[in-house]
């Protein structure tokens, strides 16, 4: 039987066709936002109208640290608590995204080489709740 999943947070991201988080981008001076922005923030750009731009693909770690402990409510996980990975990490597409790592906290390194998924975030009720992650290339 094939688990049934659902995003933990509707309209962020997609996993039809490659994983992918749902952004903006300015049309003036081409600064990535995620989530979407509804004007540029860029202090030395004039222009404030944004089109929509997804952000997937590789990237490579900026920084990252490991969360040890359970995070408390309202965040969710699954008992019992492993520890894992959280990266920084420079997209290829210019975005810095943060997002929780698929392979286990021993395995990182700063500079490693990484790609947007989809993955399992928690269980509840019989369903798996999705979000993006990353996973080492
Ligand atoms: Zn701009």
Redesign the pocket.
Known sequence: MVESSQPCVPGLFAADGGARVLGSR??????PYFPKAAS???P?????K?EPCEFGGRGKVWSYSVADFPPPPPHKHDKPFKPYAIAVVDLDSGLRLVGQMVDPPSAMSVGAAVELVVDTLYHEEGKAFTTWKFKLA
């Open positions: 300015c049309t003036a001076c081409g600064t540029c923030h860029n030395k750009c004039p222009g404030s944004m």
